[in-house]
T-cell receptor, first 115, second 113 residues
Framework: DVKVTQSSRYLVKRTGEKVFLECVQD?????MFWYRQDPGLGLRLIYF???????EKGDIPEGYSVSREKKERFSLILESASTNQTSMYLC??????????????FGDGTRLSIL | KNQVEQSPQSLIILEGKNCTLQ??????????LRWYKQDTGRGPVSLTI?????NTKSNGRYTATLDADTKQSSLHITASQLSDSASYIC????????????FGGGTRLMVKP
Protein backbone atom coordinates (compact mmCIF):
# COMPACT_ATOMS: atom_id res chain seq x y z
CA ASP A 1 0.00 0.00 0.00
CA VAL A 2 1.27 3.47 -0.84
CA LYS A 3 2.50 5.58 2.00
CA VAL A 4 3.23 9.25 2.60
CA THR A 5 4.66 9.83 6.05
CA GLN A 6 4.96 13.15 7.82
CA SER A 7 7.43 13.11 10.67
CA SER A 8 5.33 14.97 13.24
CA ARG A 9 1.59 14.93 13.89
CA TYR A 10 1.71 17.88 16.28
CA LEU A 11 4.33 20.59 16.66
CA VAL A 12 4.51 23.69 18.85
CA LYS A 13 7.12 26.33 18.10
CA ARG A 14 7.84 29.92 19.04
CA THR A 15 7.71 33.02 16.87
CA GLY A 16 10.98 33.55 15.03
CA GLU A 17 12.12 29.95 15.19
CA LYS A 18 13.24 28.08 12.09
CA VAL A 19 10.89 25.13 11.63
CA PHE A 20 11.38 22.00 9.54
CA LEU A 21 8.49 19.79 8.45
CA GLU A 22 9.51 16.49 6.90
CA CYS A 23 7.67 14.30 4.42
CA VAL A 24 8.73 10.92 3.06
CA GLN A 25 7.07 8.83 0.35
CA ASP A 26 7.78 5.20 -0.50
CA UNK A 27 6.25 5.16 -3.99
CA UNK A 28 9.32 6.33 -5.95
CA UNK A 29 7.25 9.25 -7.24
CA UNK A 30 8.88 12.25 -8.80
CA UNK A 31 6.14 14.62 -7.63
CA MET A 32 5.72 15.93 -4.11
CA PHE A 33 3.55 18.78 -2.85
CA TRP A 34 3.17 20.82 0.33
CA TYR A 35 -0.23 22.32 1.21
CA ARG A 36 -1.60 24.18 4.18
CA GLN A 37 -5.19 23.70 5.27
CA ASP A 38 -7.16 26.34 7.15
CA PRO A 39 -10.85 26.18 8.11
CA GLY A 40 -13.12 27.26 5.26
CA LEU A 41 -10.24 28.00 2.89
CA GLY A 42 -9.53 24.57 1.49
CA LEU A 43 -6.07 23.30 0.78
CA ARG A 44 -3.67 25.87 -0.63
CA LEU A 45 -0.47 24.93 -2.42
CA ILE A 46 2.74 26.26 -0.88
CA TYR A 47 5.49 24.59 -2.94
CA PHE A 48 5.90 21.55 -5.11
CA UNK A 49 8.71 19.54 -6.62
CA UNK A 50 8.86 17.46 -9.78
CA UNK A 51 12.31 16.02 -9.18
CA UNK A 52 15.29 16.00 -6.88
CA UNK A 53 16.68 19.49 -6.29
CA UNK A 54 13.81 20.94 -8.28
CA UNK A 55 11.19 23.20 -6.70
CA GLU A 56 8.40 25.44 -7.86
CA LYS A 57 6.36 28.03 -5.97
CA GLY A 58 2.72 27.37 -5.43
CA ASP A 59 0.01 29.87 -4.57
CA ILE A 60 1.28 30.97 -1.15
CA PRO A 61 5.07 30.52 -0.95
CA GLU A 62 5.83 33.63 1.12
CA GLY A 63 7.56 32.81 4.37
CA TYR A 64 8.36 29.25 3.30
CA SER A 65 11.13 27.42 1.49
CA VAL A 66 11.63 23.76 0.59
CA SER A 67 14.37 21.22 0.13
CA ARG A 68 14.41 18.08 -2.03
CA GLU A 69 17.84 16.46 -1.71
CA LYS A 70 16.55 12.91 -2.16
CA LYS A 71 13.67 11.64 -4.25
CA GLU A 72 11.75 10.22 -1.32
CA ARG A 73 12.01 13.23 0.98
CA PHE A 74 10.53 16.72 0.67
CA SER A 75 11.04 19.20 3.48
CA LEU A 76 9.09 22.37 4.17
CA ILE A 77 10.99 25.11 5.99
CA LEU A 78 9.57 28.06 7.86
CA GLU A 79 12.53 30.43 7.88
CA SER A 80 11.22 32.56 10.76
CA ALA A 81 7.95 31.24 12.08
CA SER A 82 5.10 33.67 12.63
CA THR A 83 1.73 33.21 14.32
CA ASN A 84 -0.12 33.41 10.99
CA GLN A 85 1.65 30.21 9.98
CA THR A 86 -0.27 28.26 12.59
CA SER A 87 -2.08 25.72 10.45
CA MET A 88 -2.43 22.12 9.35
CA TYR A 89 0.28 21.20 6.84
CA LEU A 90 -0.29 18.35 4.41
CA CYS A 91 2.21 16.65 2.17
CA UNK A 92 1.01 14.85 -0.96
CA UNK A 93 2.55 12.76 -3.68
CA UNK A 94 0.63 12.18 -6.92
CA UNK A 95 1.60 9.50 -9.39
CA UNK A 96 3.71 10.62 -12.37
CA UNK A 97 2.27 11.99 -15.58
CA UNK A 98 0.33 15.08 -16.42
CA UNK A 99 -3.45 14.97 -16.22
CA UNK A 100 -3.20 11.88 -14.11
CA UNK A 101 -6.52 10.37 -13.19
CA UNK A 102 -5.05 8.67 -10.19
CA UNK A 103 -5.44 10.11 -6.72
CA UNK A 104 -2.88 12.12 -4.87
CA UNK A 105 -1.79 10.32 -1.74
CA PHE A 106 -1.69 12.52 1.33
CA GLY A 107 0.14 12.22 4.59
CA ASP A 108 -1.77 12.53 7.84
CA GLY A 109 -0.71 16.12 8.29
CA THR A 110 1.28 18.12 10.82
CA ARG A 111 -0.72 20.44 13.03
CA LEU A 112 1.68 23.30 13.70
CA SER A 113 1.10 25.92 16.37
CA ILE A 114 3.28 29.02 16.53
CA LEU A 115 3.17 30.78 19.88
CA LYS B 1 -10.01 32.90 -10.72
CA ASN B 2 -10.89 29.18 -10.70
CA GLN B 3 -13.08 28.34 -7.77
CA VAL B 4 -14.71 25.36 -6.16
CA GLU B 5 -17.60 26.06 -3.79
CA GLN B 6 -19.16 23.42 -1.57
CA SER B 7 -22.43 23.37 0.29
CA PRO B 8 -23.51 23.01 2.95
CA GLN B 9 -20.51 23.92 5.08
CA SER B 10 -21.69 21.49 7.72
CA LEU B 11 -24.40 18.89 8.07
CA ILE B 12 -25.76 16.70 10.84
CA ILE B 13 -27.78 13.58 10.01
CA LEU B 14 -28.99 10.52 11.86
CA GLU B 15 -27.36 7.16 11.33
CA GLY B 16 -28.99 5.23 8.51
CA LYS B 17 -30.20 8.31 6.65
CA ASN B 18 -29.03 9.38 3.19
CA CYS B 19 -27.48 12.73 2.38
CA THR B 20 -26.21 14.69 -0.61
CA LEU B 21 -23.31 17.11 -0.65
CA GLN B 22 -22.97 19.73 -3.37
CA UNK B 23 -20.03 21.11 -5.31
CA UNK B 24 -20.15 23.99 -7.80
CA UNK B 25 -17.05 24.91 -9.75
CA UNK B 26 -15.92 27.49 -12.27
CA UNK B 27 -12.78 25.64 -13.37
CA UNK B 28 -13.00 25.26 -17.15
CA UNK B 29 -11.86 23.33 -18.98
CA UNK B 30 -11.04 20.63 -16.50
CA UNK B 31 -9.47 17.21 -16.62
CA UNK B 32 -11.20 15.49 -13.73
CA LEU B 33 -13.22 16.07 -10.58
CA ARG B 34 -12.44 14.25 -7.34
CA TRP B 35 -14.11 13.74 -4.00
CA TYR B 36 -11.96 13.12 -0.95
CA LYS B 37 -12.91 12.08 2.58
CA GLN B 38 -10.89 13.53 5.44
CA ASP B 39 -11.29 12.08 8.92
CA THR B 40 -10.46 14.37 11.82
CA GLY B 41 -6.71 14.57 12.29
CA ARG B 42 -5.95 12.57 9.15
CA GLY B 43 -5.03 13.35 5.56
CA PRO B 44 -7.63 13.28 2.75
CA VAL B 45 -8.34 9.93 1.13
CA SER B 46 -9.68 9.63 -2.40
CA LEU B 47 -13.28 8.42 -2.80
CA THR B 48 -13.97 8.95 -6.50
CA ILE B 49 -12.39 10.46 -9.58
CA UNK B 50 -14.49 11.37 -12.63
CA UNK B 51 -13.25 12.64 -15.96
CA UNK B 52 -15.18 15.38 -17.73
CA UNK B 53 -16.93 12.74 -19.86
CA UNK B 54 -18.25 10.70 -16.94
CA ASN B 55 -21.44 11.61 -15.12
CA THR B 56 -21.48 9.11 -12.27
CA LYS B 57 -19.02 7.05 -10.25
CA SER B 58 -19.70 4.84 -7.24
CA ASN B 59 -17.54 3.60 -4.41
CA GLY B 60 -19.61 1.43 -2.09
CA ARG B 61 -22.21 3.63 -0.40
CA TYR B 62 -20.73 6.75 -2.01
CA THR B 63 -22.00 7.88 -5.41
CA ALA B 64 -20.65 10.96 -7.14
CA THR B 65 -22.41 12.63 -10.04
CA LEU B 66 -21.13 15.24 -12.45
CA ASP B 67 -22.98 17.65 -14.72
CA ALA B 68 -20.32 19.37 -16.81
CA ASP B 69 -22.90 21.63 -18.46
CA THR B 70 -24.00 23.22 -15.20
CA LYS B 71 -20.57 22.74 -13.59
CA GLN B 72 -22.03 20.90 -10.63
CA SER B 73 -21.14 17.73 -8.83
CA SER B 74 -22.76 15.97 -5.92
CA LEU B 75 -21.74 13.25 -3.52
CA HIS B 76 -24.56 11.04 -2.29
CA ILE B 77 -24.06 8.91 0.80
CA THR B 78 -26.49 6.05 1.26
CA ALA B 79 -27.45 4.50 4.60
CA SER B 80 -25.01 6.63 6.57
CA GLN B 81 -22.84 5.13 9.27
CA LEU B 82 -21.11 6.74 12.25
CA SER B 83 -17.80 6.25 10.44
CA ASP B 84 -19.00 8.57 7.67
CA SER B 85 -18.49 11.49 10.06
CA ALA B 86 -15.72 13.44 8.34
CA SER B 87 -15.05 16.35 6.00
CA TYR B 88 -15.72 15.79 2.32
CA ILE B 89 -13.67 17.77 -0.13
CA CYS B 90 -14.45 18.42 -3.79
CA UNK B 91 -11.34 18.88 -5.94
CA UNK B 92 -11.07 19.90 -9.59
CA UNK B 93 -8.05 19.33 -11.78
CA UNK B 94 -7.79 22.02 -14.48
CA UNK B 95 -7.06 20.80 -17.99
CA UNK B 96 -3.35 20.71 -18.85
CA UNK B 97 -2.46 21.68 -15.31
CA UNK B 98 -0.66 18.44 -14.60
CA UNK B 99 -0.98 17.64 -10.92
CA UNK B 100 -2.24 21.09 -9.89
CA UNK B 101 -5.58 20.89 -8.11
CA UNK B 102 -8.22 23.38 -7.03
CA PHE B 103 -9.80 22.48 -3.69
CA GLY B 104 -13.18 23.31 -2.26
CA GLY B 105 -13.50 24.32 1.37
CA GLY B 106 -15.17 21.04 2.31
CA THR B 107 -18.43 19.95 3.94
CA ARG B 108 -18.20 18.75 7.51
CA LEU B 109 -20.60 15.84 8.04
CA MET B 110 -21.57 14.52 11.43
CA VAL B 111 -23.58 11.30 11.68
CA LYS B 112 -25.34 10.85 15.01
CA PRO B 113 -26.68 7.60 16.46
Amino acid sequence: DVKVTQSSRYLVKRTGEKVFLECVQDMDHENMFWYRQDPGLGLRLIYFSYDVKMKEKGDIPEGYSVSREKKERFSLILESASTNQTSMYLCASPPPGARSNQPQHFGDGTRLSIL
Amino acid sequence: KNQVEQSPQSLIILEGKNCTLQCNYTVSPFSNLRWYKQDTGRGPVSLTIMTFSENTKSNGRYTATLDADTKQSSLHITASQLSDSASYICVVSPYNAGNMLTFGGGTRLMVKP
